[in-house]
């Protein structure tokens, strides 16, 4: 009911950048927010950044001050602008969107979601 398609992946060098996009469509629905969650080999999944519909955002203390959320005011599409990438950066990171699933008008909630993308592996080389 709810597709988010990412883009942006690839491989770039220690100190370059990225900006990772995603794209979201579906049913009616009142978007709480939308974020950027990142998995290591090995690892737990992790949140990166996250967005409200309000535009509050918050950061994983290990990007801040390297990486930038923003969305369009549609919430259509979420950004993370990657900046100063480093190797420990490297993982497969996912776009995700929280909300409610609404009627046609769009004014009666009818059920939450939690919807995930397929993700996009970044690789920083040293």
């Known amino acids: 009911q709810v597709q988010l398609v990412e883009s942006g992946g690839g491989l770039v060098q220690a100190g370059g950048s990225l900006k990772l996009s995603c794209a979201a469509s579906?049913?009616?629905?009142?978007?709480?927010?939308m974020g950027w969650y990142r998995q290591a080999p090995g690892k737990q999944r992790e949140l990166v950044a996250r967005?409200?519909?309000?535009?509050?955002?918050n950061y994983a203390d290990s990007v801040k001050g390297r990486f930038t959320i923003s969305r369009d005011n549609a919430m259509n599409t979420v950004y993370l602008q990657m900046d100063s990438l480093k190797p420990e950066d490297t993982a497969v990171y996912y776009c995700?969107?929280?909300?409610?699933?609404?009627?046609?008008?769009?004014?009666?909630?009818?059920?939450?979601?939690?919807?995930w993308g397929q993700g996009t592996q970044v690789t920083v080389s040293s």
């Open positions: 995700n969107e929280e909300g409610f699933l609404t009627d046609d008008s769009g004014r009666y909630r009818i059920k939450g979601y939690d919807a």
């Open positions: 579906g049913s009616i629905r009142s978007i709480n927010a």
């Open positions: 967005i409200t519909s309000g535009g509050r955002t």
